[in-house]
Structure formats: structure tokens, C-alpha cells
């Protein structure tokens, strides 16, 4: 038997996806660095096997393109605040263009005082959080970014959504390895990862979401129409989220997740708020020594019988990709190549 146009799979080069994404954003109104910014993250999710950040994304941000809510054309302007921190307006754009534009400003501030904040502003963020601290690792540095979102988790013990998914995402590097990098949402499952779900006709673990009248389901679509998700781990999963509106939203003078309405612009999908970046230059501490620092803890982590460390996933899903191209379904392909030419 044959397989379903949509469930067969094809390959296609990191470099020609990158390409194909970036014609996608150009051709729906962002200027040639946000194209390349958005192009090479959701690129590189597909990559490295995180779906729900990865093409499935598109739709989600060319609908909001199209909706006015964001500005694919806007310019980040970087304010040099302090001797360790950064302030940039995003202007209603993309985040990761804002810090694109000041990333060398951060580092340089991280490499002389031993750590710096990037507070982002006036943005909108709709992709996975790993790929914003990866570099840092890859440089020696350590990361930690916090970013909001949208109004669809229930604080624990409350009766209606409040928080965000609001991500929190790790890198640090390691001797003789691949950085340590970690990407979680603060809810008990992905808003992106419930969508795959609800298209696949899937059913949930318990304790992910609650209904329209607050009662727990299994059923992402019932999370989705009117329901709403659950923090992971109860209390200490709605500390944490309460924590990322803070950081997120009233450090960096962003929206808070219920702060933001989008009512006006039918088809917008993305959050406009706020993200919080901090990096440390480990070399202030530990000379050359945290990179092995961080090996030691590894080797113990498997020693005691870790069979698989946080993130490690990506890294292998991103050496298959390289050898063998990243996948797509056909029917993927098909409609990237379709929005690309529309």
C-alpha cells in the first residue's frame, strides 16, 4: 500500500529550506533580515526535529503578516543602557531581528563586566527559545532567556487562563560536547505540540488541559476551543510562569500575556510581548575551568544512570538532518513551495 500524500515523507538540503522559508517572509512583507532571522530558526527547528516550532509555524506567521498585527518591516533601535544592560524596541517586530541587532553590543558587555541583560521590547515571539541561547554556549558563554506569550494557561489553582506558555531556555557549554541547551515551556505541554495533536486526531496525557467549563480532558481540541492548558508540576510550574511574566513582560516593559489585544486583526497569531535575556561570561568565575566543570556534572548525570540528557535529542535529530536532509512531509513541501509563489 501506498503511502498518504500527507504522511509521506521527502528530504530537502538545511541550506535550500532556509531558502525557500526566507522567500516565503520576503514575499509576505518582512524586510531581508527579518526573512533570514525567521527563515533560519524555523529552519532550524524542523532540523532538529521540533515540529511544532518548525514549518508547521508558517501558516501561523504569514496569516499575521497579513493581518497587520506585526511589522515585517520594522528596525530595532538598541539603547546602551547601563555598563550590563541592553534595552532594545523591537517597533512592533520580530524579537529575533531585535537581537540580532544587539548581540554584539551583549556580548561585549558580557565579556567586560562578566554578565549582561538584553531586555526586548515592542515584540512579537512565535518560535522555539533554543535557538536564541545556543550561540552564546557555542562562544563559551552561559544563557538563560525568558519569554511570555499569549493568555491560554490556568495558574494553578485559578478557574481561567492567565499566563502564557512563557518558555524558559538554557545553554551552557561543554568540554568535548555539544553545549547543554534546554528549551521548556512552563505549561505541561507546548501550545504548538497540542495544535499537532488536535490536526492528527490525537488524545492527550491527563493533566494537560481543561475544557471550556474547566473540567480536565484529554482532547486538544477541546483545549483549543474555549479550554485552556494546565502549568506543569502544579505550584512550582505556575511559580515559574509567574515568574517569566515578570522577567518577560514587566522588566522589559512588554505586554503581560493578558495585557495585549489582537481582536482588531483577525488571523494574527503571534505574542506581543516582551523577552529577557541575561549572559554570563563563565571565564570571570572559573577561567577556562566551566567548561569542564560542566563535562564533570555530565559524566556523573550518566553515570548515575541518566540515559539521555536534556536537549540531547536535537543534537541527534540534527546529525541525521545533515547527512540526510530534513524532513517534510510531501504535502509540507507542496505548500511552502505553493506560498512561496503566491
Given at each position: 500500500?501506498?503511502?498518504?500524500?500527507?504522511?509521506?515523507?521527502?528530504q530537502?538540503?538545511?541550506?535550500?529550506?532556509?531558502?525557500?522559508?526566507h522567500?516565503?517572509?520576503?514575499?509576505?512583507?518582512?524586510?531581508?533580515?527579518?526573512?533570514?532571522?525567521?527563515?533560519?530558526?524555523?529552519?532550524?527547528?524542523?532540523?532538529?526535529?521540533?515540529?511544532?516550532?518548525?514549518?508547521?509555524r508558517?501558516?501561523?506567521?504569514?496569516?499575521?503578516?497579513?493581518?497587520?498585527?506585526?511589522?515585517?518591516?520594522?528596525?530595532?533601535?538598541?539603547?546602551?543602557?547601563?555598563?550590563?544592560?541592553?534595552?532594545?524596541?523591537?517597533?512592533?517586530?520580530?524579537?529575533?531581528?531585535?537581537?540580532?541587532?544587539?548581540r554584539?553590543?551583549?556580548?561585549?558587555?558580557?565579556?567586560s563586566?562578566?554578565?549582561?541583560?538584553?531586555?526586548?521590547?515592542?515584540?512579537?515571539?512565535?518560535?522555539?527559545?533554543?535557538?536564541?541561547?545556543?550561540?552564546?554556549?557555542?562562544?563559551?558563554?552561559?544563557?538563560?532567556?525568558?519569554?511570555?506569550?499569549?493568555?491560554?494557561?490556568?495558574?494553578?489553582?485559578?478557574?481561567?487562563?492567565?499566563f502564557?506558555?512563557?518558555?524558559?531556555?538554557?545553554?551552557?557549554?561543554?568540554?568535548?560536547?555539544?553545549?547543554?541547551?534546554?528549551?521548556?515551556?512552563?505549561?505541561?505541554?507546548?501550545?504548538?505540540?497540542?495544535?499537532?495533536?488536535?490536526?492528527?486526531?490525537?488524545?492527550?496525557?491527563?493533566?494537560?488541559?481543561?475544557?471550556?467549563?474547566?473540567?480536565?480532558?484529554?482532547?486538544?481540541?477541546?483545549?483549543?476551543?474555549?479550554?485552556?492548558?494546565?502549568?506543569?508540576g502544579?505550584?512550582?510550574?505556575?511559580?515559574?510562569?509567574?515568574?517569566?511574566?515578570?522577567?518577560?513582560?514587566?522588566?522589559?516593559?512588554?505586554?503581560?500575556?493578558?495585557?495585549?489585544?489582537?481582536?482588531?486583526?483577525?488571523?494574527?497569531?503571534?505574542?506581543?510581548?516582551?523577552?529577557?535575556?541575561?549572559?554570563?561570561?563563565?571565564?570571570?568565575?572559573?577561567?577556562?575551568?566551566?567548561?569542564?566543570?560542566?563535562?564533570?556534572?555530565?559524566?556523573?548525570?550518566?553515570?548515575?544512570?541518566?540515559?539521555?540528557?536534556p536537549?540531547?535529542?536535537?543534537?541527534?535529530?540534527?546529525?541525521?538532518?545533515?547527512?540526510?536532509?530534513?524532513?517534510?512531509?510531501?504535502q509540507?513541501?507542496?505548500?511552502?513551495?505553493?506560498m512561496?509563489?503566491?
Amino acid at each position: 500500500m501506498s503511502a498518504r500524500p500527507d504522511t509521506a515523507v521527502t528530504q530537502i538540503a538545511f541550506a535550500d529550506l532556509q531558502a525557500l522559508l526566507h522567500r516565503i517572509f520576503v514575499h509576505n512583507g518582512t524586510r531581508d533580515a527579518v526573512a533570514a532571522s525567521l527563515a533560519y530558526n524555523c529552519a532550524s527547528a524542523q532540523r532538529d526535529g521540533a515540529h511544532s516550532h518548525g514549518v508547521f509555524r508558517i501558516p501561523g506567521y504569514v496569516s499575521t503578516l497579513a493581518s497587520g498585527w506585526v511589522d515585517g518591516q520594522a528596525v530595532p533601535v538598541v539603547d546602551d543602557v547601563a555598563s550590563g544592560f541592553v534595552r532594545v524596541d523591537a517597533g512592533g517586530g520580530f524579537a529575533q531581528p531585535a537581537l540580532a541587532a544587539a548581540r554584539e553590543l551583549l556580548v561585549k558587555k558580557a565579556r567586560s563586566a562578566g554578565i549582561a541583560v538584553l531586555a526586548i521590547h515592542n515584540s512579537h515571539h512565535f518560535a522555539a527559545l533554543w535557538p536564541d541561547v545556543e550561540p552564546f554556549a557555542e562562544e563559551g558563554l552561559v544563557a538563560l532567556s525568558v519569554v511570555n506569550s499569549m493568555t491560554c494557561v490556568v495558574p494553578h489553582g485559578a478557574r481561567q487562563p492567565l499566563f502564557g506558555t512563557n518558555p524558559i531556555a538554557f545553554a551552557a557549554p561543554c568540554a568535548e560536547s555539544d553545549p547543554i541547551v534546554f528549551d521548556m515551556a512552563t505549561s505541561a505541554m507546548a501550545h504548538g505540540d497540542v495544535q499537532i495533536a488536535a490536526r492528527k486526531g490525537e488524545m492527550l496525557p491527563d493533566g494537560i488541559g481543561v475544557d471550556s467549563e474547566g473540567q480536565p480532558t484529554r482532547d486538544p481540541r477541546k483545549i483549543l476551543d474555549g479550554g485552556a492548558l494546565l502549568p506543569f508540576g502544579g505550584h512550582k510550574g505556575s511559580a515559574l510562569s509567574m515568574m517569566v511574566e515578570l522577567l518577560a513582560a514587566a522588566l522589559t516593559g512588554g505586554n503581560f500575556s493578558f495585557e495585549f489585544d489582537w481582536s482588531q486583526h483577525p488571523g494574527a497569531k503571534t505574542p506581543w510581548t516582551g523577552q529577557l535575556i541575561i549572559v554570563i561570561d563563565p571565564a570571570k568565575a572559573e577561567g577556562n575551568h566551566f567548561a569542564e566543570r560542566s563535562r564533570q556534572l555530565v559524566e556523573q548525570m550518566h553515570a548515575v544512570g541518566l540515559s539521555r540528557m536534556p536537549g540531547e535529542r536535537r543534537f541527534r535529530e540534527r546529525e541525521v538532518s545533515d547527512q540526510e536532509g530534513v524532513s517534510l512531509t510531501v504535502q509540507e513541501l507542496e505548500q511552502l513551495q505553493a506560498m512561496a509563489q503566491a
